[in-house]
């Protein structure tokens, strides 16, 4: 697993589709930068530093610098590729990728804080030939290459396209890897995919069941319980601790009052927001800003 700091941009050395109609091999090749491919069909039979790989349809490959890498076998294949130097860049161990998964997706870490808000964790090598997003990393892959063939300054907008790319793949890999343990359909997973987003975007307003059935054209009961499977929370809970989890920025990082950040969460009333706030933090909001001074 790759961590990258997500508040420095990379720099883009070269973004390109190639297309092998007769079966080509990889050249031989160690260089100073990173590469990803994200493979559109075909087969890549590539080694990196002794350890092979078999390449096929909706494959996201990161070959690291410094480290000899070739192919091992003539295959045809369709693939984009973007060459990228980065300072920052670091190979991580993650010996529980469940609890990674929670911590990013549902914010979940010590007093329910995000953890490293900055760090996007990306794969080193995944799957998402079945994925509903594989036409949609497709088509930001092919802005990409457009974009990196324009004019010189789009070289900062291909580096930040560059970004969200690699947060849209880490996202849906540790999606799939918070579902993993829970049988549902895939349309289901798809709207609590959709909902944690929507969730995220609404949370300062009175969410309710009837907003979320008319949203996701669902059932709420069913929508809670499937949430809850896979989550561990209710949708309420999760509400609030999002919505906690922003209380405690504003708390930190302004002089509003305490009145004043609770209608920002979306929790008007100012009795009932301390009264969730203490359930979350296990203080008062005054007591908390009191820590602050």
């Known amino acids: 697993m790759l961590a990258i700091p997500m508040d420095t941009l990379s720099t883009i050395k070269l973004v390109g589709y190639v297309s092998y109609k007769t079966p080509w091999r990889h050249f031989r090749r160690n260089v100073n930068e990173y590469i990803l491919y994200f493979m559109k069909s075909g087969e890549m039979h590539i080694q990196e530093n002794g350890v092979q790989y078999i390449l096929k349809k909706g494959d996201s490959f990161m070959l690291e610098p410094n480290l000899e890498h070739e192919g091992t076998a003539k295959h045809a294949c369709d693939y984009y590729y973007i060459h990228f130097t980065h300072p920052e860049i670091q190979s991580v161990e993650v010996e529980d990728l469940h609890t990674l998964a929670r911590r990013i997706l549902l914010e979940e870490g010590g007093g329910g804080t995000p953890i490293e808000p900055s760090i996007c964790y990306l794969p080193k090598y995944v799957r998402f030939a079945t994925s509903s997003r594989l036409q949609h990393f497709y088509h930001v892959l092919s802005e990409m290459v457009q974009l990196y063939h324009g004019r010189s300054y789009n ?139």
Request: net charge neutral; proline share 1%; aromatic share 10%.
């Open 155 to 293: 070289r900062t907008l291909t580096a930040m396209r560059l970004s969200e790319l690699c947060i849209e793949i880490s996202r849906e890999y540790l999606m799939t890897e918070l579902q993993s343990n829970h049988q549902k359909n895939t349309k289901s997973l798809i709207k609590l995919n959709a909902l944690l987003d929507f969730i995220h975007l609404n949370y300062a307003r009175k969410i309710t069941g009837a907003d979320i059935e008319q949203e996701f054209a669902c059932n709420f009961d069913y929508m809670n319980r499937v949430f809850s499977q896979v989550t561990g929370h209710t949708i309420t809970k999760y509400i609030n601790q999002i919505r906690i989890n922003h209380a405690k920025e504003l708390l930190d990082a302004t002089h509003l009052s305490i009145g004043e950040v609770g209608y920002l969460v979306g929790l008007e009333d100012p009795y009932y927001f301390s009264k969730v706030f203490k359930k979350y933090v296990g203080m008062s909001p005054s007591e908390y800003k009191g820590e602050l001074c």
